[in-house]
């Protein structure tokens, strides 16, 4: 089943987006005007009964899109692995003595040196998707890596350690 969002104008009002569940379970957000927006949970009997609405102020519906985003693209970028027969997707936390703390990513010449392609970054629980060699690496950071399994020990080889 491919994803089912609904835009339904709200007049006066603004508009609200409902997605479907595969499970037939509706979710929607009614975004104001006015900027405000509020999370409505519909009843599971009856579907076009809201059973309960949460008012998010702006910065929770951006966290809460930061959480559900990175999320999704992790388990995405999980899931080529299970498609592709000697191919892995790893997460390695940036060790926190790494020679390329506070270094570009670039430094690490990752994919030359390992043959793997570092494909996000997750920080501070959001994602810097297809980061580029200029992006710094930070304390706390994870690493996203796409290789072969030799290839991601490589990675956190180098990253932990610096070229061999």
């Known amino acids: 089943m491919g994803i089912r969002i609904e835009k339904v104008d709200l007049p006066g009002i603004g508009f609200r987006h409902d997605l479907v569940t595969e499970g037939g379970r509706r979710v929607s957000v009614v975004s104001y005007r006015d900027g405000e927006r509020d999370l409505g949970i519909f009843d599971e009997d009856d579907p076009d009964q809201c059973r309960d609405t949460i008012p998010l102020s702006e910065d929770e519906a951006a966290a809460l899109a930061d959480v559900l985003g990175a999320s999704v693209m992790v388990s995405r970028l999980t899931s080529l692995s299970d498609d592709t027969t000697g191919l892995f997707t790893e997460q390695i ?72």
Not at 113 to 139: E, F, K
């Open 93 to 164: 936390a940036l060790p926190t003595d790494s020679p390329y703390l506070n270094h570009p990513l670039g430094d690490t010449k990752a994919r030359t040196r390992t043959h793997s392609s570092v494909v996000a970054i997750m920080r501070d629980g959001q994602i810097i998707p297809s980061p580029t060699p200029s992006d710094v690496l930070r304390a706390g950071d994870v690493i996203i890596a796409v290789g072969t399994r030799a290839g991601l020990d490589a990675v956190a080889r180098l990253l932990a350690n610096g070229p061999d």
